[in-house]
């Protein structure tokens, strides 16, 4: 059953965090040196991944369920603009608790997630969810949190994944492909993505105070919303739309699509709110909070969607 290797591919991905989590509180390495490996994989390791997902042929199958892809990100991620907005005016969810809700970690988190089960090939699908949610984070996400309105088009036109995408599919849509000892490189680098990053979710939580999890009393709300109330919206679309119909491999596409809206919350919503100075340990903790609860969530969206 899928569900049950999901659940096995992300306890093999909270054993990588468990590792980063021990070199910390060993004191083998301080918190502050997940700064560099964060570097290394948001300006390498990233872009090799997702120019490597491009380097498939362009069969009528891939080309429909990329555009299937992108068309249900499309629906889901500003389908959760509107549920965060509802939320906020009938549960008064302020920023940080409407932005956590409504961006679910679709990058690092599930790029491995969908190598591991489906093979390297499928990881082109998760580049449509990534392309319209990078847009949305620094255009609705950072209106949010500074209180502002207007779109950083330059954040967006210069985001490293959003640069990798773009090249992606130029290479994609022209048929070029890299000589072999390129390609093999870019490859090989892509697939650190998951170690990586998972080694770096646990070196930041080995200087984080679980204790303080509790002083934030709406915690259980705001993640409920991430990974139960939101995602269950996303699976009805999905189930009963008739969307698997649209393409032979539909049900595979929409799998991809389910795993990227039941994420946890995304970590660029932390780092926001680092940045612009909102509440940042609140975001923080949400992030931490459904990261941790994701085993047992993401498995169950599965395999509902499944039944």
């Avoid at 105070?209 to 934030?216: C, N, V």
Wanted: aromatic share 10%; with cysteine; hydrophobic share 60%.
């Amino acid at each position: 059953m899928l569900s049950l290797l999901l659940a096995q591919k992300i306890l093999s991905l909270f054993i990588m965090i468990a590792m980063g989590f021990a070199l910390v509180k060993s004191g083998v390495v301080k918190a502050r040196d997940s700064w560099g490996i964060s570097n290394v994989v948001l300006y390498i390791v990233s872009p090799c991944c997702i120019i490597a997902a491009f380097q498939v042929d362009l069969t009528d199958d891939v080309r429909t369920g990329f555009l299937l892809a992108l068309g249900a990100a499309v629906v889901i991620q500003t389908g959760y603009l509107f549920l965060s907005w509802l939320a906020g005016r009938t549960l008064k969810f302020d920023a940080v608790e409407k932005a956590s809700a409504a961006y679910p970690n679709a990058g690092n988190l599930i790029i491995p997630l969908v190598a591991g089960l489906f093979g390297s090939e499928w990881v082109i699908y998760c580049t449509a969810f990534m392309a319209f949610q990078t847009m949305l984070l620094w255009s609705h996400a950072r209106s949010l949190l500074m209180g502002t309105s207007g779109i950083d088009w330059r954040a967006i036109v210069t985001n490293v994944n959003m640069v990798a995408i773009a090249a992606g599919l130029v290479l994609f849509f022209t048929g070029l492909r890299f000589p072999a000892p390129v390609a093999d490189a870019i490859a090989g680098i892509g697939q650190m993505i998951g170690p990586l990053s998972m080694l770096i979710i646990g070196m930041v939580m080995g200087s984080m105070d679980f204790a303080s999890l509790k002083s934030f009393k709406r915690l259980p709300l705001v993640v409920g919303a991430r990974l139960v109330a939101f995602p269950l919206v996303a699976l009805v679309f999905l189930k009963f739309t008739g969307f698997t119909a649209l393409s032979p491999i539909g049900g595979q596409i929409a799998v991809i699509v389910l795993l990227a809206a039941a994420a946890p919350s995304a970590s660029t919503i932390s780092q926001m709110a680092q940045i612009y100075h909102h509440n940042a340990k609140y975001a923080n903790a949400i992030n931490v909070a459904s990261i941790l609860l994701c085993i047992a969530t993401m498995p169950l969206m599965v395999a509902l969607f499944q039944m």
